[in-house]
């Protein structure tokens, strides 16, 4: 007895798009940090990118398995780095969640790469001082993880918007509904 596994269009799409993320999550972890632990944080541009054409759901999954087949893949699957990855990826989500469902056009590309690569740090931030290093002094650490988040946000928004204007011109892989509406 053979098994099929339906999958639809939307399947294929999430599976394309976080294999772009992967692959980015995957080259960014061989690149060296001036401080440790702080990373541009290029394979959030992809989920931006998602969340602007295809909305919020898709955008998780994308994240999610970004961070777990990543993490498998450079092999820190249920390490602290894994913990403080995931816990800044949900952390992150749950803010692009709500940013997104704002009244308007929502933020921008730039606005909320900004602030999930700040509710990324404070998460990472919080879930180390809970976990691992529940020492005071780790505060001074604080300003400079937020400030390098903050520029961090900026260069990866100014990419994604970038790369979201490129796409506009193209109409390729535009939400049906933002095509529709044009």
Same mark, same amino acid.
């Given at each position: 007895?053979?098994?099929?596994?339906?999958?639809?269009?939307?399947?294929?799409?999430?599976?394309?798009?976080?294999?772009?993320?992967?692959?980015?999550?995957?080259?960014?972890?061989?690149?060296?940090?001036?401080?440790?632990?702080?990373?541009?944080?290029?394979?959030?541009?992809? @989920?931006?990118?998602?969340?602007?054409?295809?909305?919020?759901? @898709?955008?998780?999954?994308?994240?999610?398995?970004?961070?777990?087949?990543?993490?498998?893949?450079?092999? @820190?699957?249920?390490?602290?780095?894994?913990?403080?990855?995931?816990?800044?990826?949900?952390?992150?989500?749950?803010?692009?969640?709500?940013?997104?469902?704002?009244?308007?056009?929502?933020?921008?590309?730039?606005?909320?790469?900004?602030?999930?690569?700040?509710?990324?740090? *404070?998460?990472?931030?919080?879930?180390?001082?809970?976990?691992?290093?529940?020492?005071? *002094?780790?505060?001074?650490?604080?300003?400079?993880?937020?400030?390098?988040?903050?520029?961090?946000?900026?260069?990866?928004?100014?990419?994604?918007?970038?790369?979201?204007?490129?796409?506009?011109? @193209?109409?390729?892989?535009?939400?049906?509904?933002?095509? *529709?509406?044009?």
């Amino acid at each position: 007895m053979q098994l099929t596994l339906q999958t639809t269009r939307e399947d294929h799409r999430i599976a394309w798009l976080a294999a772009l993320a992967i692959t980015i999550h995957i080259a960014e972890s061989a690149l060296p940090s001036p401080i440790p632990g702080i990373k541009p944080g290029l394979a959030n541009i992809v @989920t931006i990118i998602v969340l602007m054409q295809f909305g919020w759901t @898709t955008a998780v999954w994308v994240a999610l398995l970004r961070v777990v087949v990543g993490s498998l893949l450079v092999g @820190t699957f249920l390490s602290p780095t894994f913990m403080l990855s995931l816990g800044g990826a949900v952390a992150s989500l749950a803010v692009l969640g709500v940013a997104s469902r704002l009244p308007g056009r929502g933020v921008g590309p730039v606005g909320y790469c900004v602030l999930a690569a700040m509710t990324h740090i *404070a998460a990472q931030f919080w879930i180390a001082y809970w976990l691992f290093i529940p020492h005071d *002094a780790l505060f001074h650490l604080l300003p400079v993880l937020m400030t390098a988040a903050v520029i961090a946000g900026l260069v990866t928004g100014v990419i994604a918007h970038a790369v979201l204007d490129r796409l506009s011109d @193209t109409d390729y892989g535009r939400h049906p509904a933002a095509a *529709a509406a044009d």
